[in-house]
């Protein structure tokens, strides 16, 4: 196939901005033909932008994918509470299909996904975009050329950010666990994909701890507005929503606040919608931390440690190994390997790739497009290995939940004869 034509369903922030930019900047002979977006604006705005024609413009998934097929693949970039019976309809309906992560926020529909994709001639990839990036590319290579020896434990930090986490996860989509997904499902597939990966063997055991500690109504200042547009110690707080949004008009996250990227508009929005909310007041509940501890086969075993309360927003990474240890940073795009008993260290800064998320959203759609084309993709992930990470989140919280240790493969089979 030379040139796929695609689909989009969803065009928010990723099905618009990410991946439909991109193949028109990147891929100006790949035709998006055919849109499907509840919103007024945004689908408006889509069908303009890449000249869709009007009776391919749709207001629901349901009514597009109900119809005859309108393109060779479908992007499904829709809230995570709405990803399982599009991709399910789009697979039944022979679209290669590229899904955004989570599968679905519910581990039944994963397992039923991967078992509908399972022998199909079709494409069906998932957003785990760090499998992409130079940089975790880099970190399997060293492993794979054993370059610390045996790997040994590994400890994983993922530095959400303060601004983030308030942004997303107090005031955000994903501020309520039933909603849209507890925070290890909706932030950290990706993280505990790339363990398993890096790891390359199967997680036995884990144990998760965590709370939601801060954000929550006792812990407001006593003067504390409802909104911070009102506080009268909106000063002295650094969640502060004047301080979070209006420095960053027209930039990431204040372009989510409100679609019209002016003072006045954001100030609206401050007045009216969630984001304008106090921190303390929000009726959220996912957790703030969680720490988790895994055991994989050959007893490797890995923590993983996620947290609203740090100034960066990165991964820090340590892996050690029985000849030498590597220290990583993504936002530094640094890795440093060092050989024990040698006196000199490796610093390692991989090839840095435009695009989101270190150059892994970029890494993917091509993937998925070469995949397609039938051309030699890499393929770095599949539905069933997407299975696995998704498998690994809800244990997590199953662990935190109940504190319990939890054997995955008992978890596993409890799952599937649960179906
Ligand atoms: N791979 C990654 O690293 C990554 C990063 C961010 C977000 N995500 C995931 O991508 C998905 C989309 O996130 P986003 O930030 O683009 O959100 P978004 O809100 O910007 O976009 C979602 C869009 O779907 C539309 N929509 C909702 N219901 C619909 C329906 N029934 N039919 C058609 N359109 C509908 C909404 O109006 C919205 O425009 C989420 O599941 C999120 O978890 C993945």
Known sequence: ????????????????????????????GISIVAVAESDEIKRAEMAREFQIRPENVFSCYQRLLEGPRLSDAVIIAT?????????????????????EKPMSNKLSECLKLAELARGRNQVFLIGHVLRYTPF?????QLLQRKAIGELITIQHNENIGYYHFAHSFVRGVW??????????LAKSCHDLDILLWLVGKNCLKLSSYGQLSHFRPEAAPPQAGERCLECPVESDCPYSAKKIYYPRIGKWPTTVVCSEQTEQALTAALYQNDYGRCVYKSNNDVVDHQVTI??????????????????????????????????????LNEIEVITFGSSSKQIIRPDLRAGGHGGGDTGLTEDFISLIKGE???????AEESVQSHLLA??????????????????????????
Do not use: W
């Open 1 to 28: 196939m030379k040139n796929p034509t695609i689909t989009i369903i969803g065009a928010g922030q990723r099905g618009k901005d990410v991946y439909a930019s991109y193949l028109k900047e990147h891929h100006p």
């Open 175 to 184: 501020k309520s666990a039933a909603d849209s997904s507890p925070l290890i």
């Open 136 to 140: 975790f590319t880099a970190l399997k």
């Open 294 to 331: 895994l055991e994989f086969e050959d007893k490797v075993t890995a923590t993983f440690n996620l947290s609203a309360f740090t100034s960066d927003i990165s991964r820090t990474m340590k892996l050690m190994g029985s000849k030498g240890e590597i220290r990583a940073h993504l936002g």
């Open 376 to 382: 030699a993709g890499q393929a770095l992930t599949s």
């Open 79 to 99: 809230p995570d509470d709405q990803h399982f019976v599009p991709a399910q309809l789009a697979l039944e309906k022979g679209y290669h299909v590229l899904l």
């Open 394 to 419: 809800f244990a997590t919280e199953e662990s935190r939940l109940t504190s319990k240790s939890i054997d995955v493969k008992q978890y596993r089979q409890a799952m599937i004869k649960g179906l």
